[in-house]
């Protein structure tokens, strides 16, 4: 009995082969996460949503083929060349995934995706100072310039279709009383938008708030020693812009001056000239009846070379 041992291990050797060879063409089933690749996604596009990183995949295939594949090197590799702006919906189908000859992809989770595209585009726009607050009290505002005035932006187009404008940090006008206010404000961009401008230049300027009025003023004659003259009429009716804060003054009249100035070199005789005024800053004269006034001019005898 004991001279057949040699047999007998033989023949355990052969079974345990046997077995192997039989259970490695076993059919099997197993889970595997297989990372998730994009292809052609067509240029100036990207996916703002849906976007996943691995997937489930389930694959048929005996022991030995399914213990000998390279997991590492296993990829389902999405072709994104057709995919539209806006929201895609994308089977993930099987068929669409091949490992080897011998192993079957029999199910992949999810089945599909939802994904959302989105074209980055530019457009120029224009920049909106925002400001608040006057420099004294009677002042309006007159203008405001930006540097840059407009600007390049960047982004998805769904962010920039309802971007018309890009608006400044507020500016706080200070009150100094001074009639300009300048420096630099940044940009307040919206979300997914971008430029590469951070910030402006501004410069805003104000003028004093001004009421029209008619005022009948006496004509100040300017005398001088070699000539004497008379004019007619003696007094006009001027249409005039004035500023508030001066108004508020109960002597205002007493600053405004309309003068007859025939230079000091007149042509001798008859003619006509406007009337010189001199009036305080920010005085202006906006109609005036009569504009001339006439003059007669005489020589001083006493200055007769």
């Known amino acids: 009995m004991w001279n057949n041992w040699q047999y007998r291990v033989l023949a355990i050797l052969l079974a345990l082969a046997c077995w192997y060879v039989v259970s490695g063409q076993e059919k099997v089933e197993t889970w595997l996460e297989v990372p998730l690749e994009f292809v052609n996604l067509p240029p100036q596009m990207e996916i703002t949503s849906g976007l ?62 939802e994904l959302v595209a989105d074209v980055v585009v530019s457009k120029t726009v224009p920049v909106q100072l925002d400001w608040t607050g006057l420099p004294g009290d009677d002042v309006q505002f007159k203008n405001a310039t930006v540097f840059p005035d407009q600007v ?18 507020l500016v706080q006008v200070s009150p100094d009383e001074s009639l300009s206010a300048s420096g630099r404000a940044r940009l307040l961009m919206p979300r997914d938008v971008r430029t590469p401008v951070s910030s402006v230049s501004y410069e805003l ?4 708030t001004t009421q029209e009025l008619w005022v009948k003023m006496n004509l100040e004659p300017v005398r ?8 007619e009429p003696k007094f006009v009716r001027i249409r005039l812009e004035m500023p508030v804060r001066l108004l508020k003054d109960k002597d205002w009249r007493e600053s405004l001056h309309l003068m007859i100035d025939p230079g000091s070199n007149p042509a001798i005789g008859q003619s006509v000239i406007p009337p010189v005024p001199r009036f305080p800053e920010g005085v202006k004269i906006l109609e005036a009846k009569p504009e001339e006034i006439e003059i007669i001019v005489q020589r001083n005898e006493e200055f007769v070379p």
Do not use: H
């Open 52 to 113: 996943v990183s691995k997937l489930q995949v389930r694959i048929r295939g005996t022991s030995n083929q399914v213990r000998s594949l390279n997991v590492g090197r296993l990829a389902y590799k999405l072709d994104l060349g057709k995919i539209n702006v806006g929201t895609n919906v994308i089977p993930l189908v099987p068929e669409s995934m091949t490992i080897t000859s011998a192993v079957e992809v029999v199910e992949i989770s999810p089945t599909r995706l």
């Open 152 to 169: 390049t932006v960047t982004g998805f187009a769904s962010a920039l279709e309802s971007v018309d404008s890009i608006s400044t940090t």
């Open 205 to 208: 300027q104000f003028g004093l």
């Open 224 to 231: 001088y020693n070699t000539f004497s003259y008379t004019f």
